[in-house]
Each structure stands twice: as structure tokens, then as C-alpha cells.
């Protein structure tokens, strides 16, 4: 399903850490692991809330799912607006990760390293979950063909809310770090990120772990490219880049199901 409140989740995220880290002279990299845990926190709990009173009472209406998922984004957003202000919030790195460190003579951010890592790293956790384990197997059958899947014991409704929440807790652990390397928080931003999220997500395969981070590959690469060569045409080559892919592939570079 096409989940319009994602980007409120990345906001809460982002807000939370905000909120958190503090001043310059607080931030500390127990503060860091401790603002990125009270998100990821914060993003399951209103994933839960959202998936409870917006999401289950509409189960099998995609249609009714995108405009509630769409109130309830817009919900969340001006809630935050309400608790937080609508001025924008500075987040400050610890000072260690303010340094930049040096590969030969070019200067490399030691943060964005990290997030590189750390992206991989639940690349390769969300791999490992979807192919070797149960509930993973689970998971993926229940896609193909919910009502064998339930046929065989299982509570897929239960099984599709924990991957929502999951997903919920992985958008607001993503705002929390985006925030840290913007350097300042709006209720705007998750937004901004959202359109990017979809582009990404049709780009790569729909259903795919893997064809997400390989789309989210090619718009950096594309975006940055583009930047440097024709900075007229940065703005629109992702969706320049969206539109040449779909159509050589339809279904993305790597959808769900695919062999």
C-alpha cells in the first residue's frame, strides 16, 4: 500500500532528535544513540496508532487506505507544528563527528560515512530477515496468497501490522539522522523526503529491499551528477531518471516477485 503518512514519521523522527541533542555544547554521542533510539521509539508508537485507528478499519480498500494514510499524515504533521512550533529547530552533530578527516588530500565527513554503514547495515539485517527467516518466509508468502498463509495458522493481520510499525520506527530513525546532517528541522521536511521515498520505491521495484536501495543508488548518483554537469537540470532528473527506467522496465529495475 502507498503510505502518505511516511513522511510525518520521518518528521516525528527528525523533531524528537531535535528535541533531544540539544545545544552544541550538550551533544554527545550518548546523546546521539539515545536521540536516534527515542525516534526510532516515537516512530513505532505512532506507526501503531495509525495502523490501529486509520489503516485496519479500511483493510482491503486501497483507495480509502491512501486518503486515510494521507489524514493521517496531515494529522501528524500539524501536531507537531503544535508541540515543537512551526520555526525551524537547529540539531548539532557531536564535535567529533564536526571534523572532517582526510583520504589523501580529499576531505571525507565522517557522519556521512557512518550513515553509509549504517544504511548497509539495515540493508543487510532486512535482507537476512525477508530470505532466512520464518517469519520472513511468512511474510513474503502471505503477499503472494494471504488466505493459504492463514489457512496455515498464521495471523497475517498481525504479521502486516509489525511491518508496518517496523517501517514506521525505520522512517523516524531515518529523520532523526537526516536531521543531523541538514542541521535544522521544519515540519516540512519529511515532505520533501516523501516524493523523493516514492520515486525511489517505483524507481527500484515495488515490494523490493533491494531494488529500493539500487533506485535510491541511481537518484543520488543522478541528482548529483546532474548537479555538477547541468545544474538547470538537477531538479528534474530524478524524475527525468524515473520516466527513461519505467519505461524500459514497467515494473521497476527490481520488483517484488521477480527471480
Not at 26 to 54: K, N, Q, T, Y
Not at 120 to 145: K, M, P
Not at 151 to 174: H, M, N, S
Not at 177 to 187: C, D, N, Q, S
Amino acid at each position: 500500500m502507498l503510505n502518505f503518512a511516511h513522511g510525518s514519521f520521518v518528521t516525528l523522527g527528525a523533531f524528537l532528535a531535535a528535541f533531544l541533542l540539544g545545544a552544541a555544547e550538550e551533544a554527545s554521542f550518548a546523546r546521539l544513540a539515545a536521540a536516534f533510539a527515542l525516534a526510532a521509539a516515537g516512530g513505532a508508537a505512532a506507526g501503531l496508532i495509525v495502523e490501529r485507528l486509520f489503516i485496519r478499519p479500511v483493510l482491503g480498500a486501497p483507495l480509502r487506505q491512501i486518503l486515510m494514510t494521507l489524514g493521517a499524515g496531515l494529522l501528524l504533521t500539524q501536531s507537531l507544528i503544535g508541540v515543537f512550533g512551526a520555526s525551524p529547530m537547529p540539531v548539532v552533530k557531536p564535535p567529533a563527528l564536526q571534523r572532517m578527516i582526510f583520504l589523501g588530500e580529499s576531505p571525507l565527513d565522517p557522519y556521512r560515512l557512518g550513515l553509509i554503514g549504517l544504511g548497509l547495515a539495515v540493508l543487510i539485517t532486512l535482507h537476512l530477515f525477508g530470505r532466512l527467516s520464518r517469519a520472513g518466509l511468512f511474510l513474503r508468502a502471505a503477499v503472494e496468497d494471504r488466505e493459504m498463509v492463514d489457512a496455515l495458522g498464521v495471523e497475517t493481520r498481525v504479521l502486516f501490522r509489525a511491518v508496518f510499525v517496523t517501517g514506521a520506527a525505520l522512517a523516524a530513525f531515518g529523520g532523526a539522522a537526516y536531521a543531523l546532517h541538514a542541521g535544522m528541522v521544519t515540519a516540512g521536511l519529511g515532505d520533501d523526503l516523501l516524493v523523493l521515498a516514492f520515486i525511489t520505491v517505483i524507481l527500484g521495484g515495488v515490494g523490493s529491499v533491494e531494488g529500493c536501495f539500487l533506485g535510491a543508488l541511481l537518484v543520488g548518483l543522478t541528482f548529483d551528477y546532474a548537479a555538477f554537469l547541468w545544474p538547470k537540470l538537477a531538479l528534474g532528473s530524478d524524475l527525468l531518471l524515473l520516466l527513461l527506467i519505467l519505461l524500459w522496465r514497467p515494473r521497476g529495475l527490481l520488483p517484488g516477485g521477480a527471480p
